[in-house]
């Protein structure tokens, strides 16, 4: 984890940022975990592999919302300064509505792939199935909450510091 924690610091230079993919993978743990109660499954080291892969994937589908909002941000800031203008609001919800959007497709095909690869495991039978279910398990539950998570609520933690960025910009400015 700590490993994790410093590539993604190294990558982003930015606390902020860092504990904004972090907090994926707990609410991605929460979909699992979730799954594995309505399934009555016990913790085992089986479960605990099936964790640590949505905890990745978790991390990944943060990772590549996080860059595309930094992306559309970075294109409405130049867009502001060629204009000789700050940037305001409006810019704000363009940025973050043009970033979202742009990832809203391939992270609804990521989900797909690993339903469509794991809702058979978890529904299947016959040699090893037992075991592998209980790695499947977590990462179907955690890729429902994963997908919320990456759709909608990194969106709005974004916004809500661009707001408070494009406010102290024009304190400042005053």
Same mark, same amino acid.
């Given at each position: 984890?700590?490993?994790?924690?410093?590539?993604?610091?190294? +990558?982003?230079?930015?606390?902020?940022?860092?504990?904004?993919?972090?907090?994926?993978?707990?609410?991605?743990? #929460?979909?699992?975990?979730?799954?594995?109660? =309505?399934?009555?499954?016990? &913790? +085992?080291?089986?479960?605990?592999?099936?964790?640590? #892969?949505?905890?990745?994937?978790?991390?990944? &589908?943060?990772?590549?919302?996080?860059?595309?909002?930094?992306?559309?941000?970075? /294109?409405?800031?130049?867009?502001?300064?060629?204009?000789?203008?700050?940037?305001?609001?409006?810019?704000?919800?363009? =940025?973050?509505?043009?970033?979202? &959007?742009? %990832?809203?497709?391939?992270?609804?095909?990521?989900?797909?792939?690993?339903?469509? /690869?794991?809702?058979?495991?978890?529904?299947?039978?016959?040699?090893?199935?037992?075991?592998?279910?209980?790695?499947?398990?977590?990462?179907?539950?955690?890729?429902? +909450?994963?997908?919320?998570?990456?759709?909608?609520?990194?969106?709005?933690?974004?916004?809500? %510091?661009? %707001?408070?960025?494009?406010?102290?910009?024009? %304190?400042?400015?005053?």
């Amino acid at each position: 984890l700590a490993v994790i924690v410093m590539l993604l610091f190294l +990558s982003f230079r930015s606390v902020f940022e860092v504990a904004v993919i972090l907090g994926t993978v707990p609410m991605a743990l #929460a979909g699992g975990l979730w799954l594995l109660y =309505a399934l009555d499954y016990n &913790l +085992s080291v089986a479960v605990g592999v099936g964790l640590i #892969a949505l905890a990745g994937v978790a991390a990944e &589908l943060g990772v590549v919302m996080l860059v595309y909002l930094k992306l559309a941000w970075s /294109g409405q800031i130049e867009t502001c300064r060629i204009e000789g203008r700050d940037p305001g609001p409006d810019e704000v919800e363009a =940025a973050v509505t043009e970033g979202a &959007l742009r %990832r809203v497709r391939p992270i609804l095909m990521t989900v797909a792939t690993i339903f469509a /690869g794991l809702l058979p495991i978890m529904l299947g039978g016959g040699t090893g199935a037992e075991l592998m279910q209980r790695v499947a398990a977590p990462m179907v539950g955690g890729m429902l +909450s994963a997908t919320v998570l990456a759709l909608v609520v990194l969106p709005a933690i974004w916004t809500l %510091r661009l %707001r408070s960025q494009v406010r102290r910009w024009s %304190r400042e400015a005053e």
